[in-house]
């Protein structure tokens, strides 16, 4: 009995022991991240339609800025291909002006003030990305003004994000 109650010792201690060690050393595992910053932008065109040179004409386009989340960035609008004055759209021999505003009580002028510097009149839009699609939309007006040839009119106005 006394040899049964041994060898029973022999295995519980055996499963429940563990091995002996003589000896251990330790070091750190570090463990990191890198969140990059990055931002891509879209853009949708303004269109005025037909051109009355009595009234002018509204118009309304889209930027869609997406920008990792918590990153500050400016989104700026240059002076475009026509500048005088004004913005303008061309037909390759006349001209008429148009106005880019960041807000649709118009009274914010979209630019790139303190940046480019191509088109100071108006200012940057400032905002922080959510990681996902911002639509800001481009509020327009062209002017009215003298008369002009027909065709079509265009102008090129170069979108810039900043972070």
Same mark, same amino acid.
């Given at each position: ?40 932008? #879209? ?25 990792? #989340? ?19 759209? #061309? ?8 106005? %880019?505003? #960041? ?9 790139? %003030? ?50």
């Amino acid at each position: 009995m006394k040899k049964l109650l041994l060898a029973a010792a022999m295995v519980v201690s055996l499963a429940f022991g563990g091995a002996a060690y003589a000896a251990s050393v330790t070091d750190n595992l570090t463990v990191s991240a890198t969140v990059g910053a990055a931002c891509t932008v #879209s853009t949708t065109p303004v269109d005025f339609g037909a051109y009355n040179e009595t009234t002018g004409a509204p118009g309304n386009g889209s930027i869609t800025a997406t920008c990792t #989340s918590l990153l500050p960035y400016n989104i700026t609008l240059d002076a475009g291909g026509h500048y005088v004055v004004n913005r303008a759209v #061309s037909n390759g021999t006349d001209t008429i002006d148009y106005l %880019l505003y #960041s807000d649709a009580g118009k009274t914010n002028e979209w630019g790139d %003030l303190g940046f480019g510097g191509t088109y100071p009149f108006g200012a940057p839009v400032s905002a922080v990305g959510t990681g996902a699609a911002d639509v800001y939309v481009v509020h327009g007006d062209i002017l009215a003004g003298p008369a002009v040839s027909a065709g079509n009119y265009s102008d090129t106005v170069l979108v810039t994000i900043t972070y």
